[in-house]
């Protein structure tokens, strides 16, 4: 797996494929804590593939400043 998600990211994931099919490939593949960038891959619909990006753009963020170094 790439970035490490929080767990609000990981609602927030369930939440972008909820509207899909139980049995579509972006859900079986989450089930296996797949990345969200392979689930963007998996599905068709823009809306939730942009859903998905955002999602991990805001996780990717997140970690990018937590490895800044603090001002004194």
Partial sequence: MGVRLAPKEQ???RK?????P???PARIA???DADPIVL???VEQDDVAQ???DI???AYRRRLV????RKP
Wanted: avoid cysteine; hydrophobic fraction near 50%.
């Fill in 11 to 13: 609602q927030e994931i």
């Fill in 30 to 32: 989450l089930q296996k």
């Fill in 22 to 24: 139980p049995n579509h």
């Fill in 66 to 69: 937590s490895t800044l170094p």
């Fill in 51 to 53: 859903a998905l990006q």
């Fill in 56 to 58: 991990w753009f805001d």
């Fill in 16 to 20: 972008a494929l909820a509207a899909l």
């Fill in 40 to 42: 963007m891959q998996l």
